[in-house]
């Protein structure tokens, strides 16, 4: 069955594939899988028929058969269960992949998207000078440990991984701050993410939704 998910009509990233659906994309490419996409507005994410699916209102959504996901997350980790490829078949290497995923999520992400709302939302406030440099540093703080547990290899924890294609689908929200050029490995393993086929053909995607939009 070809599972559907949702993604925005119009892209509040303007084509730079940081939109939440883009892992679930991306997760979907790797293993081969072929997916709809339905589109939403804004005003219909709100709406009860969207929210039946997505209690809090947001994208992306993951419809197949009976089974309705939300969260990128978990719906990755839903894609890399049901399908080779992105979890490893050693138990204990499939362990790490899935606590990678965790790091992703839950300790590397918070402190960027922190410094995203500074710098876009609260750049014009007073306070906002002696703020940002903390927010930075906070990011610094988990980009050093990760780039100190990377070290010279290509992936996280052996091969490629759903541990890996969600750590850089985080980290790419840096490439336009400077902070990731301090830590070349880290920069590098974007790199080797972003030229995986499957993340290509998952880019493409999204950024064709965006080029429509924009020129409807």
């Known amino acids: 069955m070809t599972p559907t998910i949702t993604a925005f009509q119009r892209s509040p990233d303007r084509g730079r594939g940081l939109a939440r659906d883009m892992p679930v994309r991306w997760a979907l490419e ?10 939403v507005s804004f005003s219909a994410m709100k709406e009860p028929a969207h929210r039946a699916l997505h209690p809090f209102g947001q994208i992306p959504t993951y ?11 978990a719906i990755v980790f839903h894609i890399a269960e049901r399908h080779a ?37 609260e750049g014009d406030k007073p306070w906002s000078k002696e703020r940002l440099p903390l927010v930075e540093d906070r990011v610094r703080d988990q980009l050093k440990q990760l780039s ?3 070290g010279d290899d290509d992936w996280l924890d052996g091969g490629f991984s759903a541990g890996d294609l969600m750590m850089v689908s985080v980290l ?16 590098a393993y974007v790199a080797r993410g972003e030229a995986r086929p499957a993340f290509k053909r998952a ?11 924009s020129t409807g």
Do not use: C, H, K
Request: a negative charge; zero cysteines; glycine letters at 6%.
């Open 30 to 39: 790797e293993v081969g899988q072929a997916y709809d996409v339905r589109l």
């Open 63 to 73: 419809e197949e058969g009976d089974l309705a996901l939300f969260e990128s997350g």
């Open 85 to 121: 490829g992105l979890l490893p078949d050693d138990a204990n290497a499939r362990a790490r992949a899935i606590t990678w995923m965790f790091a992703a999520l839950s300790t590397v992400e918070p402190p960027i998207l922190e410094l995203a709302t500074a710098r876009l939302l």
């Open 148 to 150: 100190v547990r990377l």
């Open 172 to 187: 790419r929200r840096l490439n336009r701050s400077g902070l990731l050029d301090e830590y070349p490995n880290l920069s």
């Open 203 to 213: 880019f493409d995607a999204q950024l064709a939704v965006f080029t429509a939009a």
